[in-house]
Every structure is written in structure tokens, then in C-alpha cells.
């Protein structure tokens, strides 16, 4: 019979059938990080039980992390007593811990691909939404609530009911200036912030095989952004080759093996889906946000939606989210002011989003008034951007390069961006306050981040192309 | 449902009606960054979200004593158990520390036409009942409650009816809502999940040999 990529997957992960209900699902790796783990931890220890397997549980430090002087002690009481509580926690029960001060530390959904760990044909879960980002190598991966943090902690299981199966092909080739962030900002504008809840979603087709493994890991990381359970891609010799030497990739006879299997793993050709929706590459343009979800976005060149242009269900949010953002129905949105300028988070700040800012902004430089963050994924994006040189091209446009962590993503550390202020983020929510307080965010690829960055203000990138 | 009958679950917190006055929460795509803002998820502990539920939109620059007037939690007219929200309620980050929130202000039902799927497992694993309704029943219980402020809301989980109780005319009606049977049967007795997953850890340790 023929099978799905996610089928195959599935069905290696089953350990049991509930009758009429769902399914007790296996967790092959699961990643923690200090904010959504303590209580999980606490219910262990009040059940008086230990992790039942501490060798398949990855720890970092991220969240609450400053992002500037980590080798000194983190100010904020609340968010150290956090950190520390998950050092505690992984000591006492045995949890390898890339902490603060690791070589390996950094965002959970960077240093998973980065050190090896997640492979095709896995299961990742992480109490963190954007694990999704770790389908980009053909593995079921999804975000957790705590309570489901302490049930694979107990058992290294969840129950799980088996979602619909969405495919989306992109086809064609990327216009000048359009990246990654640009492709999946373009699908949630078109099927909503909603439009894939309830589904796992296979992304296809010519465009997406085109993409580095950094590039598809931003796709499948903003799955959840249109509401789906998770996001996945076929392995190819792209992702072969990103997994192989990895430090804790498979090695020798065990790589061989691995390698047979993940070459077993894609939709079969006549694997039927619950929904399928076709993208043309070509219609894609430079995205950007204006609004207060991710789906509210737009190509840079056009216009704000105006009231007549908006579903009259609609017109209420529409409205709310366009006073909090200060703008107006039917304006531009090239040619606004942009105060502050972040480039992080686990949707954009691999080696390559660096590398491609860098090259952009080389010999220009920061507009006057413009704030610009740069934030690595991890510990070893910082070394390797310090070795190419990275750092002192960013550090000569007037960028300031900071140390690992989610950063201005979250409003949670004490990066954050201030009330009334607009920035312009490579991260994956513009929701009311995300970036902190009344902080307005236009979210955008790090190409487009970097244009605004010199220009002081959202600009088409592809004017500045060569 | 396979539930081991041996096993020792709890039976503490088990829902099955819940009748109550409503609380009108007119939008639509609720992000958990709205229910509680990131940097109040700072607590090691389950309890006290409650204060901090919809911080941003219940007080004017982030100061307590300045409570928003326009918004609903802030308005004495509305009281009660149970939540109504526009669709897509719950989107965004996975924090269950949203569920606690909700819970921990007092309310013991969300409902809405449509929720976010890490949401809705956090609240069925916090025992806050997720009840989805059609776009027209819910736009009908925003009626009833705009004309009479005192409408109430009865849900049957075990019979899986959600009616409405009102005084305005156009304020009666009811339906009946899906629920996945086997989290039915674990909120309606008070089971838990880990307590079902440990006593068939022998059956995942045996799985595990096979891969």
C-alpha cells in the first residue's frame, strides 16, 4: 500500500493503539529548555519516579538568557532561580545539559540539527512550539505543553490522536531577493494563521528541494505559525550531507545503515493527502507583516489591505490589529519607519541567515537612528561567524553582534523591543507585545532585515540587487 | 478504552456539568502571548497565572492599577465560569502556562468555533474544558449575552450537549459538541495520562526492543 512520508513515520511509532481513541506514540529524542520544563520535573518528583530514559533527553539553557555578558551571573533573580532550577533538574536525574557557557549551548531547535541529533525518521518533541523546525530533515517533530514535558519524561511516550495529512508544493524558481522566510510568510498569507490547524504538513516540490537545509528548517519552523501540528520535508542528498560528521551523527557501519533507511523515507508516488495546495515560486515577492498575526502579511511592494478589501467577519480584528500597529488600511508599507532591527531566533539566525546578512551589508552602513541586533543561534554559529569574519563586517556596518539565546523574539529575557517602537525581526510572531509591551513588529526575512537596516526604514531588497 | 483497572488513578478533579454565567471575549485569534505575556512565565511552580491572565489587554501600561475600562475581565456586568472566544483561540506558543491562567482565574470551560491544537491538549491535560460550537452558536451566545448579561451556559460532558439559558427570546437553543472519547472518559473520571502511560511501561519497554 502505498504511504506518506508521515505515514512511514507514524507508523514505526506506535506502541499501542488506545480503541477509538488515540494513539501511545514513542518519543525518540526529547529536547528540553529551562521555562516550560520545572513544573514537569516537580510532577516527577512528587509521583516520587526518575526520568525514565535521561540518554534521550537533550537540555540547553535559551529562553531567559542575556544576550550580552553571559559569563556573569543573570540579573534578573527570577530568570536565574529558572536557569538554575534546570541544572538542578538535569544534575539529579542524569540529562546531558548544554547549558550557559557550553561550546554547544544555544536556541534548542538550532543545536539539535547543528550537533547531529535530529535525524530523518525520528520523533523530536521540545515543550516549545517551533519544534516543528526539526521536520525540516523528514522526522515527526511537534510542540508540548509541560504536562506532556513530565509524561515522556515518565515514559518517553505521549498520546497522540493522528492528525490530517496537508501536502504543499512549491514549484519554479525563487525571484532575485527571495529567500526561505519569504516562501513560508507568503503560504500562512495565503491559507491564514488557522489555515493548517489540525494537519501535518508535507512540504514539496521543485522549490523547496532547491533549499539548503538552514532554508527549510525556517519553512517547517513557522508550520505552527498556520496552525499545524508539525512540519516536514523528504531527505535528500542535501540533508545527507548537512547530518554527516556531525558530532553525534551516526558514525561508520551505523551511518551506512541509517543512510539505506532514510533513503526509504519519502511519500510514495501515489500517497494520497487530505488536503494538497500548489505555490508557484515565480509569484513570490520580498514578504514583510503589517498586522498582528503571522498571517497578516503582504509582498513589499503592495498595499496594506483597505476596509473594502477585508471580509466584513474580519473588519473587527482587522481594525484592533492596525491601531496597535499604527498604520492605516490601504497605505504602503514600504518606505515605514523602522526603529529597531532583529536578526535571531530559531527561525533565522543559522550560519547561512548570517552569512547572507553579512554579504548584503558589506562596506554600507547601520541608518542613524536605527537600533540593529544581531543574535547567533548558538554558541557554534558565533565561532564559526568569528572565524569566516562575520562578526567584524557586521561590527562595521554598526551592527552589534550578541551572544546566544531566543532573545528579542519572546519578550521574556531582557532583550526587548520598547513600547510604540517598530522593529523589524527575522522571528516568527508579531503578536501584540511579543517583543515586549506595545512593541510593534514587522516581521520579514533577513535579507529584507538587513535593507531596513541601512535604509532606516522597510524597503524592497531587490532594489538593491545587483 | 484499554485503561488498566488496577492501576491507582486519581479521582480528584473529575468535570462532567458545568452550568454558569458567561464572560464574552469578542476576538478572534487569541494568541497564548495575550493570555499570559512571556515574562510572566518566569515561576517554577503551577500556581498564581491567574493574575497575570490577559495581562496586557487588563491593564494600561503593564501597572496593575490601572485597569483597562473596555475590557471585558475588567467590566462587573460579566462573571462567571466559562470563557467565550472568537475562533482560533489559543494560537501561537505552547506554554500550558495559558491553561493555567484560565484556570487559576476561575474559569473551568473555553469556548469557542475553533482551537489551537497545543492549546486544546493543554487544557484537556489541566482538566479546563475545550468546547468547540458552530460559527453560528457561538455568534448566537455573544447575542444572548449582549441582551441579557445574566445568560447562562449548561454543559453535559457526558451527554455532550452545550445549551443555552437566557431570558431574551432569541437567547434559548443548544447543541451538541465533539470530544475526543477517550479524553471524555479521562475528564469525566479524573484520570491523568502519565498515571495510564506508567502502568504500561512494560509494554513500552518491549516496544523499545523492536526499533
Known amino acids: 500500500m502505498s504511504k506518506t512520508l508521515f505515514d512511514k513515520i507514524w507508523e514505526k511509532h506506535v506502541v499501542k493503539q488506545i480503541e477509538g481513541g488515540p494513539s501511545v506514540f514513542y518519543i525518540d529524542t526529547h529536547f528540553i529548555h529551562e521555562v516550560t520544563s520545572p513544573q514537569a520535573f516537580a510532577g516527577l518528583n512528587k509521583r516520587g519516579i526518575k526520568v525514565f530514559r535521561p540518554h534521550q533527553v537533550v537540555a540547553t539553557a535559551d529562553h531567559n538568557v542575556p544576550t550580552l555578558n553571559q559569563h556573569l551571573p543573570i540579573k534578573e533573580e527570577l530568570s536565574r532561580l529558572q536557569v538554575e532550577a534546570l541544572i538542578k533538574n538535569c544534575a539529579e536525574h542524569g ?10 549551548q544555544g536556541i534548542v531547535h538550532v543545536i539539535g540539527p547543528e550537533l547531529g541529533i535530529t535525524q530523518p525518521g525520528k520523533t523530536y518533541v521540545c515543550g516549545d512550539s517551533h519544534t ?37 508544493h512549491v514549484d519554479g524558481v525563487l525571484n532575485k531577493g527571495v529567500v526561505s522566510k519569504d516562501i513560508i510568510l507568503y503560504i500562512i498569507s495565503k491559507i491564514s494563521a488557522s489555515g493548517a490547524t489540525g494537519y501535518a504538513v508535507e512540504f514539496a516540490g521543485s522549490a523547496i528541494r532547491s533549499l539548503s537545509m538552514e532554508a527549510r528548517m525556517t519553512i517547517c519552523n513557522m508550520s505552527i505559525e498556520m496552525g499545524a501540528r508539525c512540519g516536514l520535508i523528504a531527505p535528500d542528498e542535501t540533508t545527507f550531507n548537512y547530518i554527516k560528521g556531525r558530532p553525534l551523527a551516526p558514525k561508520g557501519e551505523l551511518w551506512e545503515t541509517n543512510l539505506t533507511y532514510w533513503k526509504t523515507l519519502y511519500s510514495d508516488a501515489d500517497a494520497t493527502f487530505d488536503s494538497e495546495i500548489f505555490i508557484k515560486a515565480e509569484d513570490i515577492e520580498p514578504m514583510i507583516t503589517y498586522g498582528t498575526n503571522p498571517g497578516m502579511g503582504i509582498g513589499v511592494s503592495q498595499h496594506i489591505p483597505s476596509l473594502n478589501e477585508v471580509d466584513a467577519k474580519e473588519k473587527t480584528s482587522f481594525e484592533k490589529s492596525l491601531h496597535y500597529m499604527g498604520l492605516q488600511p490601504g497605505e504602503n508599507i514600504k518606505g515605514k519607519k523602522v526603529d529597531y532591527v532583529f536578526i535571531g ?5 543559522r550560519i547561512e541567515d548570517l552569512r547572507m546578512v553579512a554579504s548584503f551589508v558589506k562596506g554600507k552602513k547601520k541608518a542613524q537612528d536605527v ?48 513600547a510604540g517602537k517598530y522593529c523589524i525581526s527575522t522571528s516568527n510572531r508579531n503578536f501584540e507585545g511579543r517583543q515586549g509591551p506595545n512593541a510593534r513588529t514587522f516581521l520579514a526575512s533577513p535579507l529584507s532585515a538587513a535593507v531596513a537596516a541601512i535604509t532606516g526604514k522597510v524597503s524592497d531588497v531587490r532594489e538593491f540587487l545587483n | 478504552m484499554n485503561h488498566n483497572p488496577n492501576t491507582n488513578f486519581k479521582m480528584s478533579k473529575s468535570i462532567n456539568i458545568i452550568k454558569s454565567s458567561i464572560v464574552p471575549l469578542h476576538a478572534e485569534n487569541v494568541d497564548t502571548d495575550q493570555i499570559i505575556p512571556a515574562r510572566f512565565l518566569k515561576a517554577t511552580s503551577r500556581d498564581g497565572f491567574g493574575k497575570n491572565l490577559f495581562r496586557d489587554w487588563r491593564f494600561e501600561n503593564d501597572d496593575e492599577s490601572t485597569p483597562k475600562k473596555d475590557f471585558v475581565l475588567n467590566n ?6 466559562i470563557l467565550v472566544a472568537g475562533k482560533n483561540f489559543g494560537c501561537g506558543s505552547s506554554r500550558e502556562h495559558a491553561a493555567w491562567a484560565i484556570k487559576d482565574y476561575g474559569f473551568d470551560v473555553v469556548v469557542s468555533s475553533f482551537f489551537a491544537d497545543i492549546f486544546k491538549n493543554n487544557a484537556l491535560n489541566n482538566f479546563l474544558l475545550p468546547v468547540i460550537v458552530s460559527e453560528n452558536f457561538l455568534q448566537k451566545i455573544f447575542t444572548a449575552v449582549e441582551a441579557d ?16 439559558l437566557s431570558n431574551s427570546p432569541s437567547g434559548v437553543g443548544g447543541e451538541s459538541f465533539e470530544i475526543n472519547n477517550y479524553k471524555k472518559t479521562c475528564l469525566l473520571n479524573g484520570y491523568d495520562d502519565i498515571d495510564y502511560l506508567l502502568s504500561i511501561q512494560s509494554d513500552i519497554e518491549q516496544f523499545e526492543k523492536t526499533i
Open chain 1, 95 to 104: 540529562i546531558e545539559l548544554y547549558g550557559l557557557g557550553h561550546p554547544y
Open chain 1, 132 to 168: 516543528s523546525t526539526h521536520g525540516a530533515f523528514g522526522s515527526i517533530a511537534f510542540g508540548i505543553g509541560t504536562s506532556e514535558v513530565e509524561m515522556v519524561l515518565a515514559t518517553q511516550c505521549l498520546m497522540q490522536s493522528k492528525p490530517k495529512l496537508m501536502r504543499i
Open chain 1, 345 to 349: 531566533s530559531c527561525t533565522n539566525s
Open chain 1, 371 to 418: 537600533e540593529v541586533w544581531i543574535v547567533p543561534g548558538s554558541k557554534q554559529v558565533e565561532a564559526q561567524a568569528k572565524q569566516e569574519g562575520i562578526d567584524k563586517v557586521l561590527e562595521e556596518a554598526g551592527f552589534m553582534l550578541r551572544q546566544p539565546g531566543c532573545s528579542a523574539c519572546l519578550g521574556m529575557n531582557e532583550d526587548k523591543i520598547p
Open chain 2, 76 to 81: 462587573p456586568t460579566y462573571a462567571g465560569k
Open chain 2, 149 to 164: 448579561s445574566k445568560t447562562e451556559l449548561e454543559i453535559n460532558l457526558e451527554q455532550q450537549t452545550i445549551k443555552l
